[in-house]
T-cell receptor, first 112, second 115 residues
Framework: ETGVTQSPTHLIKTRGQQVTLRCSSQSGHNTVSWYQQALGQGPQFIFQYYREEENGRGNFPPRFSGLQFPNYSSELNVNALELDDSALYLC???????????FGSGTRLTVV | AQSVAQPEDQVNVAEGNPLTVKCTYSVSGNPYLFWYVQYPNRGLQFLLKYITGDNLVKGSYGFEAEFNKSQTSFHLKKPSALVSDSALYFCAVRDMTSGTYKYIFGTGTRLKVLA
């Protein structure tokens, strides 16, 4: 529907584990941003990738990392999971950083 | 620093009545303002945006928003609410001062339209 696909839709992990979330952007979209939306909060900017390079980062620790691939897919990796990492993780893509974004439906991560 | 505020956690309105969801902003320079809607377990859907031009912006699903520079507000409105409008609404400002052009979102307002 939106052209941005995220997987999995839901995920349960144990504290201390590592997780990889995936996003498939619209073809041609060179920019991907990741947002964390905790329960009852607005989305918070994690980081952005433009042409496979990190292009900016929000106030998140280094255990949050990412990759962007030439086929317009990307990953968000979180190491040493903490209970507070439980949230909806949203991927958004655009042609360039200044263009309008299309959001995916998100991955709901629960850390127990 | 750029920010938006949504002063109401929840807004209740009867079906068929007009609705308003409030948003105020604080930005340096010209504001790039947006409204998004989120249904349960879904991502964000774009409703409308203000970049420049007319202060009244029309968007999807019959929604509109009024940009008021003197009051630094960007309230979302709809003349006649539908039960299907019940959702979580986010106001956002686009940070045009950084190379990421990231969105800065408000905390959201839950709209409940009562039949």
């Amino acid at each position: 529907e939106t052209g941005v696909t995220q997987s999995p839709t839901h995920l349960i992990k144990t504290r201390g584990q590592q997780v990889t979330l995936r996003c498939s952007s619209q073809s041609g979209h060179n920019t991907v941003s990741w947002y964390q939306q905790a329960l009852g909060q607005g989305p918070q900017f994690i980081f952005q990738y433009y042409r496979e390079e990190e292009n900016g980062r929000g106030n998140f620790p280094p255990r949050f990392s990412g990759l962007q691939f030439p086929n317009y897919s990307s990953e968000l990796n979180v190491n040493a999971l903490e209970l507070d990492d439980s949230a909806l993780y949203l991927c958004a893509s655009s042609l360039t950083p200044s263009e309008g974004y299309t959001f995916g439906s998100g991955t709901r991560l629960t850390v127990v | 620093a750029q920010s938006v505020a949504q002063p109401e956690d929840q807004v209740n309105v009867a079906e068929g009545n007009p609705l308003t969801v409030k948003c105020t902003y604080s930005v340096s320079g010209n504001p790039y303002l947006f409204w998004y809607v989120q249904y349960p377990n879904r991502g964000l859907q774009f409703l409308l945006k203000y970049i420049t031009g007319d202060n009244l912006v029309k968007g999807s699903y019959g929604f509109e928003a009024e940009f008021n520079k003197s009051q630094t507000s960007f309230h979302l409105k709809k003349p006649s609410a539908l039960v299907s409008d019940s959702a979580l609404y986010f106001c956002a400002v686009r940070d045009m001062t950084s190379g990421t052009y990231k969105y800065i979102f408000g905390t959201g307002t839950r709209l409940k339209v009562l039949a």
